[in-house]
């Protein structure tokens, strides 16, 4: 690229950068200046998949209510394996949006846990918590570790809780870190967390990065976005330093001395969070923490929801591969 230019578009198909165009114009009028959401005009791009009794390639599906009062539940993701007596491992998701928009029976994260599920194979809880303003900061931590809790007294079918994984992208894959590190400070009866996959985490910080700087304006997730996330999150009155946020920065107390598993951390390179992340990974290390990093140069923040981008097929198999080193399994 003539002069060194940074690149700051990514190459992704025609069809796909319009219906990102369409989904982020919706998403920005429905973030609303006085930090509200308009859930109605939301709901015209976000749309539900409902449960399937009958197999999706292979895969049932069925829903769990954990605290009614709270709208806390999970969609269990049941793989043909399962059905037929097989005990799987579990991976706990945590969906993204900002802790503010989407579920977890948002088609996208509907069709990846399926996706999940079937190729891995594992038994997929992913788990509907609290959104932001309504709920701030900690209701979507509590929310995360009570549904821990609930599957450690009531396994789904065929669960093998001793083999268990945390995963969450975006604002999910920053409320993973958070339970994990709960779930690091208290005794399961029977679940055991063999490894976390923070996939893009949403970190920041007071300070503005280079990639936020140069790709302030990325597909799906902007500068001015991520502030308005984090205001609607975060305790009022808070800054982006909290440790919510800004998990080794300067108001944090890190994880030293809590138990915690290996982690497998995705970072896209068009993503404007990355080097959050990077140095998330770092602070991992530096607290003694196994991590492996995986990064794709073309991949934009959410790239996992689009089967036809080849990252989100990488990382699955990434995913089963760091499954299989902790656990064993697929070595039959």
């Not at 570790?145 to 995963?167: E, S, V, W």
């Not at 055991?192 to 790709?215: A, C, D, N, V, W």
């Not at 602070?283 to 080849?310: A, C, D, Q």
Request: some cysteine; aromatic content about 10%; glycine content about 10%.
């Amino acid at each position: 690229m003539a002069g060194g230019e940074v690149r700051t578009s990514p190459e992704l198909p025609l069809k796909l950068r319009l219906s990102l165009a369409i989904f982020s114009a919706v998403s920005n009028v429905s973030l609303r200046r006085n930090g509200t959401v308009n859930r109605r005009l939301m709901s015209l791009v976000d749309f539900k998949s409902s449960t399937n009794k009958k197999p999706i390639k292979g895969v049932t599906t069925s829903d769990t209510t954990v605290d009614s009062s709270r709208n806390i539940w999970f969609r269990a993701y049941r793989p043909r394996e399962a059905s037929s007596g097989e005990n799987l491992p579990v991976i706990v998701y945590f969906h993204g949006g900002g802790f503010a928009l989407l579920g977890a029976n948002s088609k996208p994260y509907n069709d990846l846990c399926l996706r999940l599920s079937r190729k891995l194979p594992a038994i997929v809880v992913s788990v509907n918590y609290r959104l932001s303003p309504d709920h701030r900061y900690p209701s979507q931590y509590d929310d995360g570790f009570d549904a821990l809790k609930f599957l450690d007294d009531n396994p789904p079918a065929n669960a093998d809780l001793t083999r268990c994984f945390i995963a969450g992208d975006s604002a999910g894959g920053n409320l993973a870190h958070h339970v994990t590190a709960r779930a690091g400070e208290f005794e399961f009866r029977n679940l055991k967390i063999l490894g976390l996959i923070p996939i893009q985490p949403f970190f920041g910080g007071e300070e503005r990065t280079e990639s936020e700087t140069q790709l302030a304006r990325a597909p799906v997730l902007s500068m001015k976005l991520t502030d308005w996330y984090w205001r609607a999150f975060l305790p009022e009155g808070s800054d982006r330093d909290h440790a919510a946020a800004n998990v080794f920065g300067p108001k944090s107390s890190g994880i030293s001395g809590v138990k915690f598993p290996k982690s497998l951390v995705f970072i896209g390179g068009f993503d404007p969070l990355k080097e959050w992340q990077k140095r998330y990974c770092e602070g991992l290390k530096r607290s003694g923490n196994e991590v492996k990093v995986v990064e794709y140069g073309n991949g934009i923040h959410g790239f996992y929801v689009f089967p036809e981008l080849p990252e989100s097929g990488l990382m699955v198999e990434e995913v089963r591969e760091f499954m299989k080193e902790r656990t064993g399994f697929g070595d039959q």
